[in-house]
């Protein structure tokens, strides 16, 4: 069935870039998105890409599809303190409705 | 103002009796969905919906059932056949012709 793998934490200088990575299986992926979660909170979209393109940008945010590989990174430049958070990668399959997530990555930032 | 409504935002009941979380969605949305999210496990998908009166099992379906009598409402029963029912349960939305899924505040279900 379909997967999302990201890893668990990532901590990161405050103003330096933190990239976070996502990997997939489902090969009829149509959309792929990151989310943002504050504590307690529902979940925020921050970005989507097509799976038909290689890059997105919006703003800060950067994101980097290499559909061969099924690998998918978010970069967020300038990484404030407000940007502590958990991020989650997901992917909308082509076949239904279906949105796969991935266990979520803790971003910490560092003073 | 257009959204989706989880209420409540914090539930206790006790072991062995069922319980049923609301979602409810003013934005006219066809597709619904309901994921479970543990420490360290993410969101996992337990059922979801595209159409009024239509509904598929997700990942973690056992346990839970659902209705879809209305475009606007999915509620999400927790039944007592459920073994571990504690948890943040999270309702989403999704125009199906757009990417978006708008994301509700969440449940936090405490089974005590």
């Known amino acids: 069935g379909e997967d999302v793998e990201q890893s668990l934490f990532l901590s990161v200088r405050e103003g330096d870039s933190s990239v976070i990575n996502c990997t997939y299986t489902?090969?009829?992926?149509?959309?792929l998105y990151w989310y943002k979660q504050e504590p307690g909170a529902g979940l925020q979209l921050l970005t989507y890409i097509f799976s038909n393109m290689d890059m997105k940008q919006d703003q800060r945010l950067t994101v980097l599809l290499n559909k061969k590989d099924k690998h998918l990174s978010l970069r967020i430049a300038d990484t404030q303190t407000g940007d502590s958070a958990i991020y989650f990668c997901a992917e909308m399959g082509g076949r239904d409705d279906k949105i796969i997530f991935g266990k979520g990555t803790r971003l910490h930032i560092l003073p | 103002d257009g959204g989706i409504t989880q209420s409540p935002k914090y539930l206790f009941r006790k072991e062995g009796q069922n319980v049923t979380l609301s979602c409810e969605q003013n934005l006219n949305h066809d597709a619904m969905y309901w994921y479970r999210q543990d420490p360290g496990q993410g969101l996992r998908l337990i059922y979801y919906s595209q159409i009024v009166n239509d509904f598929q099992k997700g990942d973690i379906a056992e346990g839970y059932s659902v209705s879809r009598e209305k475009k606007e409402s999915f509620p999400l029963t927790v039944t007592s056949a459920q073994k571990n029912p504690t948890a943040f349960y999270l309702c989403a939305s999704r125009d199906r012709g757009t990417t978006e899924a708008f994301f509700g505040q969440g449940t936090r279900l405490t089974v005590v």
């Open positions: 489902d090969s009829s992926s149509t959309y």
